[in-house]
């Protein structure tokens, strides 16, 4: 299946694809200890995990990743594919190694410890991107979870990226009109660290993402800091050193999100209404945040684009409440991705768990139906 890429809207996936082992403890978790529990196996990989959130909330995606020949990597692919994720780019790599993450999860959900096997992806290279170029310059987003090569991500960044001046000529926007008549704006470009070790590969160019969502740890890593370093310490280390993306979603967990937009930093608390979703499995959560944040991003975009910048703009701080309810949603599943998402499951979740966006969301439904109507 490949994407046609004059078809409105896809966006390109650059990240992992595994096996998800996932260890459910029945009771207290006792390290050093075996503990009673359910194993379970499913597709996973952050990449494919916030690919499958954005098929199920309505987008055509693209994931670039990398699989080996085995019938185990057969598997995974033909359940990608299944699920509506084009894998037509992808790289395969004869005996590549399956990539497996196993996690151990306590009985409320949340993660105890995990080992991540990414061999396979970690033989991405730039040339095999470079070969994608096509499909990236019409993408409308392009997001990179931090599991692919340093290297890899710099490229994406680089070709991809935040210009200091944005109304200079970008690559990707860089046509020949007269080919190319409906040729688009640069892509909304995003990261997904992934972990704190794998989040110093955006070391050299977190400054050049539209939207960037890594956790405490990972944010302090890429701001050269302790990992106990303050939202206000991680926000001042990244704008001298010119690598504060243009909105930075920072997750605190079940705490809930901090953003920095500009010179503005706010904390949006994870409500806890009894109607909130019941968390069982937390370990797709912030895939789900990472997803919902591209989708609203997208439709900001396109609304802006269709009615006018001062009709339509959404502000970091709704983005947040919708990010912590699509990751709510995900929790309420044992599954990495809930298999019952879709927009009018997230507007929901979302109007439930924070009541006052319950204008914005009228407001958003209307706008798509009368898209869908035309």
């Not at 993660?111 to 993408?139: C, H, P, T, W």
Request: proline share 5%.
């Amino acid at each position: 299946m490949k994407i046609d890429r004059h078809r409105k809207p896809y966006c390109v996936v650059v990240g992992g694809l595994n096996l998800d082992i996932q260890a459910f403890c029945s009771f207290d978790y006792r390290p050093e200890d075996s503990n009673p529990g359910q194993i379970h196996r499913s597709l996973g990989g952050v990449g494919r995990n916030i690919a499958e959130n954005l098929v199920r909330l309505g987008l055509d995606v693209e994931l670039i990743t990398v699989v080996g020949d085995s019938s185990s990597w057969d598997g995974l692919v033909s359940r990608t594919e299944k699920l509506g994720i084009s894998l037509a780019h992808s790289l395969r790599i004869k005996e590549a190694p399956l990539s497996v993450y196993l996690c151990i999860l306590d009985r409320d959900g949340n993660l105890m410890g995990a080992v991540a096997d990414m061999r396979a992806i970690e033989k991405m290279q730039v040339n095999q991107l470079k070969a994608q170029k096509s499909l990236f310059d019409y993408a409308e987003a392009i997001v990179v979870d931090g599991n692919i090569p340093k290297d890899c991500i710099e490229w994406i960044a680089e070709n991809y990226g935040v210009l200091e001046d944005e109304k200079k000529p970008h690559i990707s926007s860089i046509k020949q009109k007269s080919q190319e008549p409906d040729a688009i704006s640069r892509p909304l470009l995003i990261a997904d660290p992934v972990s704190t070790k794998k989040s110093e590969k955006f070391v050299s160019c977190f400054g050049k993402f539209d939207i960037a969502k890594p956790n405490v740890s990972e944010s302090a890593r890429i701001a050269g800091l302790e990992e106990n370093a303050s939202i206000e310490e991680i926000a001042l280390s990244l704008r001298k050193k010119s690598l504060l993306p243009k909105e930075l979603y920072i997750s605190k967990g079940t705490e809930g999100i901090s953003f920095i937009d500009r010179e503005i930093i706010e904390h949006i608390p994870l409500n806890s209404f009894k109607l909130c979703p019941h968390v069982i499995n937390r370990s797709g959560a912030g895939d789900a945040a990472c997803a919902a944040l591209v989708w609203i991003s997208l439709l900001e975009r396109r609304l802006k684009e269709k009615y006018g910048d001062s009709s339509w703009s959404i502000s970091p701080r709704d983005k947040a409440k919708l990010a912590l309810s699509s990751a709510l949603y995900a929790s309420s599943s044992n599954r990495p991705v809930n298999p019952h998402l879709n927009q009018r499951n997230l507007f929901e979740t979302t109007r439930i768990c924070y009541p006052e966006t319950s204008k914005l969301i009228g407001e958003l439904i209307n706008a798509i139906q009368t898209e869908n109507h035309k």
